[in-house]
């Protein structure tokens, strides 16, 4: 904090605004994890979150520092804000603190970071009770003087099947039947008919998208679930529990099937947004027979992506979600 900001202050000099000893620009600089609730209201009655934020600036090379206290202050400013006037999405929140922090850092660019979890009511597949199930909620704005970006995302879990194991599995299956009698037709029929066994494990899908266009979190859960190979619940009674199995060994997927499913469809889903749209799809399972995670991800535009899926032509370029915001 300088004089500047701190009227009592004794310390006349302003060593932020200082040159620095190595005059090297810096691309972002700020705070994280600043926790604060936050109010979000779409639908009849706005809702409160608790939700973590990192608030960030560029530096220029000639100035030391960015003026740490600022950051907080923008949240201040808008603290009574943030629990009494609802904004209408995450990423409205989002827009409206980096564009305060792109004023106050007297900066060329702001970006503020924004998660909370959020709760969503969903029904369980059989026995159709209530279940509440929390996700994360992903809110990113990114703030120049000539425009803002923003960026909407979730992060969900559900489960995955591994179809190299269940695939062995099927061979041994069969090996089996034909060792105690059965014909090699009967017994491929046989195995057909079963929900064949493999190893599965939780897994974790982000899913985020960079438009002008407002969309709906939950529309995003459930494009991520979906693209599982089923989705889980907190609440299971047994037939519920006995429906996500089968369907889930039905229905294997690699980590990398996931992130494609994904891709696939956010481009149906939302066939009409245009072609600099940004999306973001990642999966990370959790491994249950090894000590490491499996990990996969695909980041670009909607031009990027679109002509893979129709004809299977490959795109050099990504845009990542950094060239992105930057514009």
């Known amino acids: 904090m300088s004089d500047e900001d701190d009227p009592g202050c004794r310390v006349h000099r302003d060593v932020q605004r200082e040159r620095p000893a190595v005059s090297v620009a810096l691309s972002r600089a700020g705070v994280t994890d600043l926790r604060r609730i936050i109010s979000i209201q779409d639908g009849d009655k706005p809702e409160l979150f608790y939700a973590t934020l990192d608030l960030f600036a560029d530096l220029s090379p000639e100035q030391t520092g960015v003026h740490m206290s600022r950051f907080s202050e923008v949240v201040e400013d808008l603290a009574e804000g943030l629990t009494r006037t609802p904004f209408p999405d995450i990423e409205s929140l989002a827009k409206r603190m980096a564009e305060q922090v792109m004023e106050t850092q007297e900066g060329l660019r702001a970006e503020v970071r924004i998660k909370a979890q959020s709760p969503i009511v969903r029904t369980t597949p059989v026995t159709r009770r209530p279940t509440e199930e929390l996700y994360t909620l992903i809110g990113i704005a990114a703030a120049t003087r000539q425009r803002t970006r923003l960026l909407v995302g979730v992060e969900v879990n559900g489960l995955t099947v591994c179809p190299c194991a269940q695939g062995m599995v099927r061979e041994r299956s069969i090996e089996i039947l034909l060792e105690n009698g059965f014909g090699e037709a009967e017994s491929t029929r046989i195995v057909d008919l079963l929900p064949v066994a493999s190893h599965n494990q939780r897994g974790r899908g982000t899913l985020m998208i960079g438009s002008e266009h407002r969309l709906r979190a939950e529309d995003l859960v459930d494009i991520a679930q979906r693209s599982m190979s089923s989705e889980i619940y907190e609440l299971l ?91």
């Open 237 to 327: 009674k047994r037939p519920d529990e006995l429906y996500v199995v089968e369907k889930a060994h039905r229905n294997p997927r690699f980590v990398e099937d996931v992130v494609r499913e994904m891709l696939r469809n956010v481009t149906e889903r939302y066939a009409d947004l245009p072609g600099d749209t940004f999306v973001l799809a990642r999966q990370e399972n959790f491994e249950g027979i090894h000590e490491h995670n499996a990990f996969a991800e695909r980041f670009g535009t909607f031009d990027e992506i679109r002509p893979e899926l129709a004809d299977r032509a490959f795109a050099v370029r990504h845009t990542s979600l950094t060239e992105w915001l930057a514009g």
